[in-house]
């Protein structure tokens, strides 16, 4: 390497403002993680089956919440029963993960970390 305090240059103050809005970018986005966490935790997203016999309820970190199980679903038979709470699960899997994903890139739009 040659050039003593090389990175200090013209260039190198603008690279260090650059990394301090990065850190300052970061935070923002921890801070929003955290709340972001405490609103998944409250929310409740349903996912359902067989046209509405079997809905699961989840939070928006994927925690069970409840099973709501239509009578004429009883009817079905165990092996159809088991199917369709399965199908709603899934969906309700699916639907929380999606939110999750959403949420996320909405917090971290917009952080960009300077090349070095």
């Known amino acids: 390497m040659t050039g003593k305090g090389q990175g200090f240059g013209f260039g190198g103050l603008g690279k260090m403002k650059e990394l301090a809005d990065a850190f300052k970018k970061a935070q923002q986005v921890q801070e929003g993680a955290k709340l972001l966490q405490e609103q998944l935790e409250q929310m409740e997203i349903q996912g359902e089956s067989g046209g509405g016999l079997v809905k699961v309820i989840v939070s928006g970190n994927q925690e069970p919440r409840r099973v709501e199980i239509a009578p004429d679903a009883l009817a079905q038979g165990a092996e159809l029963l088991s199917d369709l709470v399965t ?3 899934k ?3 699916n639907k929380s993960t999606a939110t999750m994903r959403e949420q996320m890139e909405a917090l971290t739009s ?3 970390l300077p090349n070095f």
């Open 87 to 89: 199908a709603a699960m």
């Open 91 to 93: 969906d309700a899997y």
């Open 110 to 112: 917009g952080l960009e």
